[in-house]
């Protein structure tokens, strides 16, 4: 390259002169005189009369044109390429010999100005078309247009060219659809083609041989118009295969001559460039083009690399040109985005050669810093501006287009906030902005359009701001069709075009959503600076322009008549966009051809620094703490490669943080937890996200803190009105004075505090002047929530519904033809703008989302373009004057409703497109508090159980939908619907209106049995008959004997009165240890639900498999805030928990009470809950060491209290041989524990402890006797039996003793005096000590009821071994001798264990004594006594018929009811789990259950296991519930329904009578004589009128229940039973199974049949989604298309659309299939631990739900699963293209699954796997990729660090790598999920939950996508 190269004939002369001279020598290029194919070519214009152009040896006669403004101007250049030389002549010969030729090569402008410069060359009229996919036969034939009222036909370009003679330039042809450019087949071939209106275009030749012989108008007569023989057509296209769009059809292909038109040659094309770039050296031109040129390469192509785009290389030159100090990559980046369109291997290719070409950035090679001043060019150059821009220390003033405003005099704006980054982006957009327009690419919300802007008033531009969306037709970007007033119809210039002739900046938004094939139509404005629209007119460059006036001679206004229009200098275009989504295969919009269009800049997401200097700027009064957190937060979000958090990081954009900081700066108390969650609708995100959400605000340290959650739930939430000012909350604002009244709406609202919530907060946003976004689920009340604020502000509303079929137009105006004329309907959109109404957007996601747009200029930017040429603009500044320009009204808001996204609503995805250009509030349902309030208002007289069990029930079915397990998103507007039924017809049952909802589900049986599950949970009986009543059997109760007399021994004299004596001491106290009190969630289960028993409700305890309970009571308080307390004894802990509440507390006292060592100490721990001011305090005592703590359930204060400080009563150590036998128990008394007191004794001690909690004292009674047990049966006496003889005495003392009060208990001892015999037998030996004594006394009527006389007294009923019950009369109070009633047992219940036929049940016989629980309870308000028996007590014979055997039951409930004098016998069912302790077991209790009675009437048992129940006994309640639940059920008297038609018959009433009877009692129906008629008059009888009564005289008296009818017959139900059967059996044959297996199978299929279910039912959905039609347009049937409905007027066919499958765009990839990798843990641990927690199981079932689910969708999802192992990381399980077909085999696979893991070797493989899985699926092609790694988590175990295994996940960004991690020995799985990435790990505790964590990852993730 030593030769500099000489330019030939410039210079002289200026233009005309070089144009007179027309042209050029040639380049004299270094390969001398053989360059080229032909050697050296000249070009050479000879002139004379008729002029010649000779191209080497090719000539050509010129003809004068007729048109000459038609030429192609100013195309030549000085030094013409040797290539391009070629091409000329080539063209040259074709158009001599009268052939069409097709330009074939890569996209860029060469093409095109080559044939132009042959057209501008031969002097040829060019008429230009280019092909869009809009592009129709009318574009290229004829196009009718009203003139004057009637239709006529214009040529269009085809037509014109033909007969003038011109040349027709096709671009674009593979835009163009596939049935359009045939047209042109006939006229390219013979030159002859049949015209619409009539006429034959002929070719020359025929024409002329016609002529002959006909004349010239006999021919025009007949129609024959000729083709000119200079008519030809030059094609400019792209080779299709490489490039996209459609291929060639082989017959046009045929008829054209193709020649390849490839980039200009190396050497030409330095050569230009050279010319260009004298200031930089040559050294880096040419290695910049060798750069370039590498990436054109085959090689690049097959790497997937767009071309290079070449032609832009000069503009780079010239910008290096001016600034050869810059760095020549960052130019490179410019042209050719690598970083924001390639993919890894992609970006390391091109920074390879980069390399190569030593192009890379080095320390001396600078960037642009800022602009420092733009002054406008003073002299001859308008709009012109000189821009000093510094770089590194220089600083270079360049000159730049301006616009056609004022320069601004100050470089910085007030509204916009400079940072370095924009300071840097703004100067480089000035040196692109010098010579070609420029493209900003950035993600959402980042800031574009605010630095267009910025961009725009820096250099004077006046901005013209086009939305683009995805249908956006060629038309609508150039010309758009209109009617004038007369009805001519006419094209109206779109905001485009007079942009172009006005010299506006405009800015194309969004060009990432529109059509590819579309934007063609512009490429010839962006390269050429010209454009030809569809009414003719044609915009030239300005120098063209002035060119061709010079030639011509001629004025402006001569042009313009001729529709020729100068392109102003200063017009520029910025188009943004938002990055092409690597790997997607849809959204590369940034492809070869858009790449030559324009220079790139990408706009990056601000630093984290800048950022916080902006939002400070803007908002100065901001805290900066929470601007602190929240950034750390974005950018950490933002600087992940993890889709899930780059996705969150987009709905944390610039503009949403400036929003929250704008809110926070007004409510400063507001916690940014909050704020976060609602800018991101965490609400509503998936499972995967939302925990992402939450891990990463923790370690940002954003948290909700306790007090803001308490705050809030204080805060009053009402509104209210005062004079003219609406209060919400804490929230002003004054009321609005509304012109339209009637607008404003007005709606039924029940204020509850949710919506409450919801409202105050769109206050908050609407006082900000937010437009506001409610998304939620559907019927939670968005619409009401709107209306009712709306009603609030008194704001009128304007409403849109969107639906699928929604178009920019509909949104926009309504077109309608009237008069022949077109006439424009505002939208409600347009009349809110006007009028400053608030419109409502409803359903916002149903429309699709390239509609939707639209709505982005008008919020942001304020302005928007109708179809009919009006204009909406923000403020008045801008209208000056113009017309057609609608201001935006300033209370002018929007609120969008929508759905939330993602399944099972599958709308479009609203909030991911534009939610950030709104505030966004997630609408709930309501809480259930407010819920029940608002039901309370929907259901005054609905009874409030039912309303708790319906808000109960339904906020379960919610939570199921947020888990997935139901798709299905119950909402509060199913619950008012049953709330309203039942309001108004009560008499209908809850579970038959229930089915209002749910019988949607009745087909589908997965879904049903959930819900009926969940119905029954809540009692809700759905499906249960009235008569399904199932209450225990009655036995009779044998008959009270008066027994004796209880006699106090009135002592003689003072001496024998026994006197105790009582010393009083303070308690000591050590402590307090605080302990932790841990929640657990209560699954309660309501018991009636199929059918009515005793039993009300159960839960379970979570107990441990050994652990037992040995304590129950429950609290004495108001009904509904009863607690339960229930001590367990190995290890000791406290459960206790609001028996109505739905959640349980567990304090562990493990440490206080160690367990057992050795056999010889088994714990025994008594609870007493204390009563007020001590409320939720108890006392704790263990029987054996007498420890007694004091518990404070509250905060978990534990102290404990020391008794007795006395020496002798420490256990003595007892030596390990000695009998444990000999130790003697403590006891405590807690019947008044209520009263804050308790008493304490030991057995065969000699003293009581009376313990007052609230005093701190005890008080200690010495006895003379040594007792076996006390009963406090009054506060002041009690009932003493004595340890050897069971011997009665009756203590007195003063109800409260004082502590210096000395008074002394008194003792009496009591005799019992049998009754006399009659035969002086007195049985005095059989004394027994009661069970339990009623510490208070029966009400006189339910003692009268017992005894059967009259009587009131005094009275204590107990309970003993050989008696039901015995009251006995006076007792404690009356010291006269006291009556004794007893009911005597037929035997007495022994202390034998279980019946003989059940020996294991009770393990070891007992060694001596009663159990320690006696489980016996008094009820005295139901005159009850109540005990538990083992089932040997319980007489079966009476109670189960002999057929059926008795059920297992862990004890039976003894229920003796003195009123009615019946026993009742109720089964307690078996716990689920029985410890392995019997013989302990049955120290505590003779039968497998604990009672404690509950309130009044109730009762409470829990059995061993931990199964808690509760019991309704009493026969007044269990009436007044069975009534109850008839009444949910509904009551059906099985009568007949009858219709009755009521009319007025116009007789007069007589006085009612009972009217004849008929002796033959025929039925009556009618008249007025017959008694037992129906429907007549005045007598008696049914359904009549008037008469004095309902008689039925018995007709149709057989009436079968209503349940019986519906009924199935039996034998139909065991026919198809059996043909199930018969077909299954069939189904095994086939497929060779057998039974045995085919069960197995079951077991694991059966575990995961349900998520399989859900699953399919989404992939079902998506599919359906994936083919949802679109509109197609241009049709000759279907629905009027209003864009087209001029041409409708004019006559035209293809005037409709209709909706259709959508063919794929021409050239977009095919959608690969999702590629899935299921790693599976069969290592030998999985085979260990299977016992423990099933994990081999789980994972063999999830492996079974991954088959079943995927079956048949073998083409969307390919799949394969592996396992990994000891024995290696890569054992195949299932090769993805040898998927199981059936059930046999899949269990196959799950066979192999279990033998591997049984015979492997032990070692963990799970890295090795996992890297394996992620490394070899990468290599498949496919859409997305998915690995889910299924392992244990002992890596530790094999030294394996949790950090490695998180590289391990994210080595690909392309692989979604997952792991589920089998909850493992300790906290191991804890530890790893905290150290592994978010959303990316999984713990499965229970192994149960695998397959719905599988679920929610496909559901997540694939889904989201998909």
Request: with cysteine.
């Amino acid at each position: 390259m030593q030769s500099r190269v000489l330019c030939l004939g410039g210079g002289a002369g200026g233009p005309a002169a070089r144009r007179v001279r027309l042209l050029l020598r040639q380049v004299l290029s270094g390969g001398g005189a053989a360059a080229g194919r032909f050697g050296r070519l000249e070009v050479r214009a000879l002139h004379g009369s008729g002029d010649t152009v000779t191209i080497g040896d090719v000539s050509f006669k010129l003809k004068t044109p007729k048109n000459p403004e038609l030429v192609p101007q100013n195309y030549m250049t000085d030094s013409l390429a040797q290539a391009v030389v070629h091409h000329l002549r080539w063209i040259m010969q074709k158009d001599l010999l009268g052939q069409d030729v097709f330009l074939i090569g890569p996209p860029g402008p060469l093409r095109r100005s080559i044939a132009m410069q042959y057209l501008e060359l031969t002097k040829r009229e060019v008429e230009y078309i280019a092909l869009s996919r809009d592009t129709t036969e009318t574009d290229l034939k004829q196009r009718r247009e009203i003139r004057d009222g009637s239709a006529f036909y214009l040529d269009q370009c085809a037509v014109r060219a033909a007969t003038e003679g011109r040349i027709l330039v096709l671009e674009g042809l593979e835009k163009a659809e596939r049935n359009v450019l045939p047209v042109l087949n006939n006229l390219l071939e013979n030159r002859e083609m049949q015209l619409e209106d009539g006429r034959f275009l002929m070719s020359a030749e025929r024409y002329d041989k016609l002529l002959q012989d006909h004349t010239k108008s006999e021919l025009d007569s007949w129609k024959i118009v000729r083709v000119s023989e200079d008519f030809r057509v030059i094609a400019l296209g792209l080779p299709v295969p490489k490039y996209s769009g459609n291929p060639l059809d082989p017959p046009l292909r045929s008829r054209f001559q193709a020649r390849d038109v490839y980039h200009l040659p190396f050497k030409d094309h330095l050569q230009l460039l050279y010319s260009i770039g004298s200031n930089i050296s040559t050294e880096r031109i040419s290695q910049l083009l060798s750069f370039a040129t590498t990436l054109c390469s085959q090689e690049s192509s097959t790497l997937g690399l767009p071309d290079f785009p070449l032609d832009s290389l000069s503009a780079a030159v010239q910008i290096l040109d001016t600034f050869p100090m810059m760095s020549v990559q960052h130019v490179i980046d410019r042209l050719y985005p690598y970083n924001v369109f390639l993919g890894k291997e992609g970006k390391t290719a091109v920074k390879d050669a980069l390399k190569r070409f030593e192009l890379q950035d080095s320390e001396s090679h600078l960037l642009p810093r800022r602009i420092t001043k733009v002054e406008s060019v003073h002299g001859n150059k308008p709009f012109k501006a000189d821009v000093t821009v510094q770089i590194g220390k220089k600083e270079v003033t360049f000159q730049v287009p301006a616009g056609t405003g004022l320069l601004r005099k100050h470089p910085r704006s007030d509204t916009f906030i400079r940072t370095s980054s924009h300071d840097q982006l703004l100067a480089e957009m000035m040196q692109s902005h010098m010579v070609k327009d420029m493209c900003l690419i950035g993600g959402k919300g980042c800031g574009k359009t605010v630095i267009a802007k910025e961009f725009a008033d820096m250099l004077g531009y006046s901005i013209e701001p086009i939305m683009l969306y995805q249908d956006m037709t060629a038309r609508d970007l150039l010309q758009q069709r209109y009617t004038l007033p007369n009805g001519d119809t006419a094209w109206r210039p779109s905001p485009l075009v007079t942009a172009a002739l006005e010299g506006k900046l405009v800015i194309l938004d969004g060009i990432h959503r529109i059509n590819p094939g579309t934007l063609a139509v512009l490429q010839r404005l962006i390269h050429d600076r010209e454009l030809t629209l569809y009414d003719g007119t044609r915009l030239l460059r300005q120098d063209r322009y002035q060119n061709l006036k010079e030639e011509l001679q001629i004025s402006d206004e001569q042009l313009q008549e001729r529709s020729i229009f100068p392109i102003h200098p200063s017009f520029r275009i910025v188009v943004l966009a938002e990055p092409p989504v690597i790997g997607s295969s849809t959204q590369q919009w940034l492809g070869p051809e858009f790449l030559t269009l324009f220079l790139f800049h990408n706009v990056r997401s601000l630093s984290k620094s800048e950022e916080i200097q902006v939002i400070k700027e803007m908002i100065p009064n901001v805290p900066s703490v929470a601007v602190e957190q929240l950034l750390s937060l974005t950018h950490k979000l933002r600087e992940t490669n993890d889709a899930t958090a780059q996705s969150l990081a987009s709905s944390l954009s610039t503009r949403q943080l400036l929003r929250i900081c704008r809110r926070l700066s007004q409510h400063p108390d507001e916690s940014l937890y909050y704020a976060v969650n609602k800018a991101c609708l965490s609400r509503f995100l998936p499972n995967l996200a939302r925990s992402a959400l939450h891990k990463n605000l923790q370690d940002s340290r954003i948290e909700s803190s306790p007090d803001d959650t308490k705050k809030l739930e204080e805060k009053d939430y009402t509104c209210e009105i005062n004079n003219g000012i609406l209060k919400i909350g804490s929230v002003t604002m004054p009321i609005y004075n509304p012109a339209e009244k009637m607008k404003v709406p007005d709606v039924l609202f029940y204020e509850n505090r949710q919506h409450m919530m919801v409202m105050e907060d769109m206050l908050k946003d609407f006082l900000l002047g937010e437009h506001l976004l409610l998304v939620g689920n559907q019927g939670v009340g968005k619409n009401k929530i709107v209306d009712r604020f709306l009603h609030l502000l008194n704001r009128p509303r304007e409403y849109l519904q969107l639906h699928r079929d929604t178009t920019v137009q509909s949104l926009t105006l309504q077109p309608s033809v009237k008069d022949g004329l077109i006439i424009y309907e505002d939208s409600p959109l347009v009349k809110a703008v006007k009028f400053g109404h608030i419109l409502v957007i409803d359903e916002a996601d149903k429309a699709p989302t390239n509609v939707t747009c639209i709505l982005k200029t008008l919020v942001e930017s304020g302005e928007m373009v109708l179809s009919d040429g009006r204009r909406i603009v923000a403020n008045q500044a801008h209208v000056e004057g113009r017309e057609n320009v609608i201001v935006i009204h300033p209370d002018f808001r929007m609120i969008v409703l929508a759905n939330r996204p993602g399944f099972p609503f599958l709308g479009n995805d609203f909030f991911g497109t534009l939610g950030d250009i709104f505030s966004c509030h997630a609408v709930d349902n309501p809480k259930p508090q407010s819920e029940l309030a608002m039901l309370r208002q929907y259901g005054p007289d609905v009874p409030e159980p039912i309303l708790q069990k319906l808000v109960a029930a339904f906020g379960e079915l919610r939570d199921l939908a947020d888990q997935g397990i139901i798709n299905y998103p119950y909402s509060t507007r199913e619950v008012v619907n049953i709330v309203k039924h039942l309001q108004k017809f009560p008499t209908e049952g809850l579970a038959n209106v229930v089915r209002n909802v749910f019988d949607f589900d009745s087909y589908n049986n997965e879904m049903r049995e959930i819900l009926i599950s969940t119905l029954h949970k809540y009692g809700i009986p759905i499906g249960a008959k009235p008569t399904n009543v199932q209450l225990a059997k009655e036995l009779p109760l044998p008959d009270h004997k008066f027994i004796g007399y209880w006699k106090i021994d009135q002592p003689e004299n003072a001496r024998q009165k026994l006197l105790c004596p009582t010393e009083t001491q303070k308690i000591g106290v050590k402590g307090p240890v605080y302990l932790n009190i841990q929640g657990f969630p209560l699954e309660r289960h309501e018991a009636r639900s199929l059918s009515f028993t005793e039993e009300l409700a159960f839960w379970t305890l979570p107990l441990g498999e050994v652990n037992f309970v040995c304590d129950v009571t429950v609290t004495k308080e108001e009904e509904a805030e009863n607690i339960l307390y229930v001590t367990t004894c190995n290890p000791v802990s406290l459960y206790f928990m609001n028996i109505s509440s739905k959640s349980g507390y567990f304090v562990d006292l493990y440490d206080l009470f160690p367990r057992t060592v050795g056999n010889v100490w088994q714990p025994f721990v008594t609870v007493a809950p204390l009563g007020s001011p001590l409320k939720g305090q108890v006392v704790l005592h263990e029987e054996e060491s007498n420890v007694v703590l004091l518990l404070d359930t509250n905060n978990g204060a534990l102290r404990r209290l020391l008794l007795l400080p006395d020496a002798q009563d420490s256990p003595k150590r007892t030596s390990w041989w000695s009998s444990k036998e000999e130790m003697s128990n403590y006891k405590m008394c807690r019947e008044f524990s209520h009263k804050n007191w308790l008493v304490f004794y030991k057995e065969a001690g000699n003293r009581l402890i009376v313990l007052d909690v609230l005093e701190g004292q005890t008080h200690t009674i010495s006895l003379p006797i040594n007792l076996k047990s006390v009963f406090l049966a009054a506060e002041d006496r009690w009932l003493l039996v004595e340890n050897e003889t069971n011997q009665k005495f009756l203590l007195t003392k003063r109800a409260h003793m004082e502590a210096e009060d000395s008074e002394v208990c008194q003792l009496y001892a009591l005799s019992e005096e049998p009754a006399d015999m009659g035969f002086g037998l007195t049985t005095a030996s059989e004394l027994c000590v009661p069970h339990a004594v009623a510490s208070d006394q029966l009400s006189s009527e339910n003692l009268s009821a017992a005894v059967g006389q009259k009587i009131s007294s005094p009275n204590r009923i107990f309970s003993d071994e050989h008696n039901y019950a015995t009251i006995v009369i006076g007792f404690p109070d009356l010291l006269s001798p006291s009556e004794v009633y007893s009911w005597k047992r037929n035997s007495s219940l022994s202390h034998k264990r279980a019946s003989p036929s059940d020996p294991f049940y009770y393990g070891a016989r007992r060694k001596t004594g009663a159990a320690k629980q006696t489980n016996c309870a008094t009820l005295l308000a139901s005159n009850q006594i109540v005990r538990i028996l083992a089932p040997g007590d319980v007489p079966l014979k009476d109670i189960y018929p002999k057929d059926v055997t008795p059920p297992q039951a862990a004890g039976f409930l003894e229920v003796t009811d003195l009123n009615s004098k019946k026993i009742k016998y109720i089964a307690i069912p078996r716990s689920q789990s029985l410890s392995p302790y019997t013989s302990w077991l049955s120290k505590i209790s003779d039968a497998d259950a604990l009672l404690a009675p509950l309130g009044k009437v109730g009762l409470v048992t829990v059995d061993m296991g931990g199964g808690v129940r509760l019991w309704e006994t009493g026969l007044d309640s269990l009436q007044r519930s069975l009534q109850d639940w008839r009444n949910m059920i509904g009551q059906e008297d099985g009568r007949p329904v009858q219709i009755t038609i009521q009319r007025d018959s116009g007789l007069d009433v007589s006085s009612p009578k009972h009217g004849k009877v008929d002796p033959d009692n025929m039925p009556h129906v009618g008249g007025n004589t017959w008694a037992g008629g129906t429907g007549g008059r005045d007598t008696a009888g049914l359904g009549g009128k008037g008469g004095p009564y309902r008689l039925d005289a018995g007709h149709r008296v057989y009436q079968i229940s209503q349940a019986e009818k519906d009924a199935v017959p039996e034998e139909v139900k065991r026919a198809a039973r059996e043909m199930g059967e018969k077909a299954f059996k069939q189904r095994l044959k086939e497929i060779q199974m057998s039974e045995y297996d085919a069960s197995t199978y079951e077991r694991f299929s059966g575990a995961v049949r349900r998520q399989v279910q859900s699953l399919r039912i989404i992939l079902d959905n998506l599919q359906a989604k994936g083919k949802e039609r679109q509109w197609l347009r241009h049709q000759a049937v279907g629905e009027l298309d209003d864009a087209k409905i001029i041409d409708g007027l004019t006559g035209e066919k293809a005037i409709y659309k209709r909706r259709g499958e959508l063919e794929p765009q021409p050239g977009s990839p095919q959608q690969k299939p999702k590629r899935l990798r299921l790693v599976v843990d069969v290592s030998g641990s999985m085979y260990r631990f299977n016992g423990v927690d099933g994990r081999l199981e789980r994972s063999m079932e999830a492996v079974c739900m991954v088959m079943e689910a995927f079956e048949n969708y073998e083409h969307k999802f390919k799949y394969d699963i592996v396992g990994h192992s000891g024995d290696g990381f890569d054992i195949a399980l299932v090769g993805s293209d040898k998927v199981p077909k059936n059930n046999k085999q899949r269990l196959e696979i799950l066979k192999i699954m279990h033998a591997h893991a049984q015979f492997c070797m032990s070692g963990d493989h799970t890295l090795e796997g996992t890297e394996h899985a992620i490394r070899e699926i990468a290599k498949e092609e496919a859409d997305e990729y998915f690995v889910i790694v299924l392992s244990d988590a002992n890596l530790e175990r094999y030294g394996i660090q949790p950090s490695r295994f998180a590289q391990v996940l994210t080595t690909n960004a392309q692989v979604n790598a997952f792991a589920i991690f089998i909850g493992s020995l300790g906290d191991q799985a804890d530890r790893l999920q905290r150290t592994l990435p978010a959303g990316r790990s999984f713990i499965a505790m229970d192994t149960k939950e695998i397959p719905q964590i599988l679920q929610q990852i496909f559901t997540s993730t694939m889904l989201s996508s998909a």
